[in-house]
């Protein structure tokens, strides 16, 4: 058919008919006039920045309302990792929680999926104890931003309840922005984390032995000026 092959070349499609208002033709049915197709442009920095997210270990989905093919298309145009399968809203509704756990572990392309699908996905995902960010920009994303870890909305031309119901507003349309945030949280928690070892491995076993000697009332053993040697040495040697 003509709407498979514009789909499978990433182009939408709307499909336009007319029928006659007037009371007495009332059941007469539509007259199929023909399709209208067209097709989004695909930024060119889109697949560098899908790789730098995969290189990164951020793992990219795509959930759409478009045709399967049109997002098999698109996906594979941006490098989407395992862009062969596609799980439509269909196939949703027909699987149990279980299989449908286990399709969205290797699942990154979704088509056809309506505002309710794709909070199930985004449920799905969380239990899987995944810290899902989810970005959109319209009504029938409000949902899924609302319950993601993180809510992305598209600052650009989105909807006010995209906007009201996310957690962050994004003032530029570009991925790059979201890589580039994930990248800088990770460095902080890694040097918080590591601020934390420090304080348990060294301040609390020198807090612990200046209580045991107190309470057991031994020699002092470590002096201020022990202590801030030692302080010295451990953020000389790193």
Do not use: W
């Amino acid at each position: 058919f003509p709407s498979h092959e514009l789909t499978s070349q990433g182009f939408r499609i709307i499909a336009v008919a007319e029928k006659s208002i007037i009371k007495s033709d009332k059941n007469k049915k539509f007259t199929f006039l023909g399709l209208i197709a067209f097709q989004d442009e695909i930024r060119e920095e889109s697949r560098e920045y899908v790789t730098m997210c995969q290189k990164n270990n951020i793992r990219i989905c795509m959930i759409t309302g478009d045709h399967k093919n049109t997002a098999k298309y698109v996906a594979e145009k941006v490098g989407i990792d395992n862009h062969q399968e596609v799980l439509i809203g269909d196939d949703i509704d027909k699987l149990s929680p279980k299989k449908l756990s286990e399709k969205i572990k290797t699942v990154n392309v979704y088509a056809r999926i309506t505002p309710e699908q794709k909070l199930i996905i985004i449920k799905s995902l969380m239990e899987e104890k995944n810290v899902v960010s989810m970005t959109g920009d319209g009504v029938n994303d409000a949902l899924a931003l609302k319950t993601a870890n993180v809510g992305l909305a598209i600052g650009k031309g989105g909807t006010d309840i995209a906007r009201e119901t996310s957690d962050v507003i994004l003032m530029e349309n570009n991925l790059k922005n979201i890589i580039e945030g994930i990248i800088e949280g990770r460095r902080i928690y890694s040097n918080l984390a590591i601020t934390a070892r420090y304080i348990f491995s060294f301040h609390i076993p020198i807090i612990l032995l200046s209580i045991s000697v107190a309470v057991l009332q031994l020699p002092v053993l470590l002096l201020p000026i022990h202590i801030a040697i030692l302080e010295f040495i451990i953020v000389t040697g790193k």
